[in-house]
């Protein structure tokens, strides 16, 4: 799986865009885009995924360079509950026949600020 | 939505105990994992299993031992517990074999090792 680099922690004031970068510069073609976030004391929640075009779902908003090199994880009005780690995850589809499970990085901390 | 429910929240066992960390998920998913999450460190994968009375080893099995006799059912076994093995420790679930998107986590079970 391609390694990613993420911010270790960002600030955002409530109710703006939060906008969340992944370098992924070695990412390969058959490798999806994943993203998850960590609130505290919580297990990890999926929030969205693509290959190459931009995805758009009832969380957030997935934007992945033409190149594929990098991409964003945008929250369009960020609230209070936001607050987490996100998780920038590059895998390709395993091909053992079951799931082997998912490599988490450090994320970034988002903070939401009121 | 599919539930993934950790028997304990938190847990206190003396060293040299032998403890079992149970996880039961309610959407009949082939594959299930289990993490353990310190500061740091991230969350690393100690075994998965994606099928009935299989497993494999993820990244860190040594110290551990994994039972699925049920595919609903996942249990983390420590068959003599360290200092060393005070963590929080996250059970996860998915559907999709080779995906990384659908994976669901429990609430995580933070065991202490004294």
């Known amino acids: 799986d391609a390694k990613t680099t993420q911010p270790p922690s960002m600030d955002c004031a409530e109710g703006r865009a939060a906008n969340l970068p992944c370098n992924h510069s070695?990412?390969?073609?058959?490798?999806?885009v994943y993203w998850y976030r960590q609130i505290h004391s919580q297990g990890p929640q999926y929030i969205i995924h693509g290959l190459k075009n931009n995805e758009t779902n009832e969380m957030a908003s997935l934007i992945i360079t033409e190149d594929r090199k990098s991409s964003t994880l945008i929250l369009p009005h960020a609230t209070l509950r936001d607050t987490a780690v996100y998780y920038c995850i590059v895998r390709g589809m395993y091909s053992g026949g079951g799931a082997d499970g998912l490599t988490f990085g450090k994320g970034t901390h988002l903070i939401i600020q009121p | 939505d599919v539930k993934v429910t950790q028997s304990s929240r938190y847990l206190v066992k003396r060293t040299g105990e032998k403890v079992f960390l149970e996880c039961v998920q309610d959407m009949d998913h082939e594959n299930m994992f289990w993490y353990r999450q310190d500061p740091g460190l991230g969350l690393r994968l100690i075994y998965f299993?994606?099928?009935?009375?299989?497993?494999e080893k993820g990244d860190i099995p040594e110290g551990y031992s994994v039972s699925r006799e049920k595919k609903e059912r996942f249990s983390l076994i420590l068959e003599s517990a360290s200092t060393n093995q005070t963590s929080m420790y996250l059970c996860?679930?998915?559907?999709?074999?080779?995906?990384?998107?659908?994976?669901?986590f429990g609430s995580g079970t933070r065991l202490t090792v004294v």
């Open positions: 070695t990412i390969s073609g058959n490798e999806y």
């Open positions: 299993s994606y099928d009935v009375k299989m497993k």
């Open positions: 996860a679930s998915s559907l999709f074999g080779g995906l990384g998107y659908g994976y669901t």
